[in-house]
């Protein structure tokens, strides 16, 4: 039997799927929906989240939840998507290599990002990622991210074997919004050694603002990826 969470998403879905509930549509309340299914509010929170995030739905506060229209992308890359949600996608396993994860007293280039007050405090995750059966080949990314003390839950999880969008809902939250800005760099020293190739080597660099589902910045990040290692091909269906 899937679990309360899941029920409840294809529950949802399927009023979406057959036009009983059009986007604009107001969902029930969460609590209607617990006493619908006799399920606690946490069940009915994961199970919309997971929808939030997938773009089915939008939370609007003080008025509640509501069907939206997801953008459709086709054969994104990885710059598109999480790192691990487009390799699972694509059906290919993924290893996390973790190089720094600590709590920093945030300078001012981040707090600018982050829209933060001076003497902030920020979560910073450094990792390297890989493709699981191309580890000897190197890794396809070097990610920096800073995370505002919002998510200080964060340190309570081990993320070599959890991603962060499964950290940020089992703790009743989701990114609601991600803009990203693509760029071309050559790859300094310390980078081109982290990611196993040659100095002044060419990398692709994305850099991330995320707002979580009740609209605060909370994540700044800064990802290079090689560019002998990575094909970038992005088809939108308009």
């Not at 390799?87 to 007293?105: C, N, S």
């Not at 991603?163 to 809902?169: D, F, G, I, K, T």
């Not at 800005?181 to 190739?197: E, K, N, Y």
């Amino acid at each position: 039997m899937k679990p309360l969470h899941a029920q409840i998403s294809d529950y949802v879905m399927t009023n979406i799927a057959s036009g009983e509930w059009p986007v604009g549509h107001l969902l029930p309340t969460e609590m209607e929906l617990c006493e619908q299914f006799g399920v606690s509010r946490a069940s009915v929170r994961t199970a919309l989240l997971h929808l939030v995030n997938d773009g089915y739905l939008v939370r609007v506060k003080g008025r509640g939840t509501f069907v939206t229209m997801p953008q459709r992308v086709e054969d994104s890359t990885v710059f598109i998507d999480s790192f691990a949600e487009e390799m699972h996608r694509r059906g290919q396993d993924t290893q996390t290599e973790v190089l720094e994860f600590r709590v920093m007293q945030a300078d001012e280039k981040i707090r600018s990002y982050l829209d933060l007050p001076e003497g902030s405090s920020v979560i910073k995750l450094t990792r390297l990622r890989y493709t699981k059966n191309s580890f000897d080949e190197g890794p396809i990314v070097l990610t920096t991210s800073y995370y505002t003390m919002k998510l200080s839950f964060f340190q309570n999880y081990d993320f070599t074997v959890t991603s962060v969008r499964q950290a940020m809902l089992e703790n009743g939250t989701a990114k609601k919004f991600t803009e990203k800005r693509i760029d071309a760099a050559v790859l300094d020293g310390r980078r081109s050694r982290l990611l196993g190739v040659k100095a002044g080597s060419l990398a692709v660099v994305i850099t991330s603002y995320v707002r979580d589902v009740d609209d605060d910045l909370v994540e700044y990040c800064e990802s290079y990826y090689p560019a002998s290692r990575n094909e970038f091909i992005l088809k939108i269906r308009l």
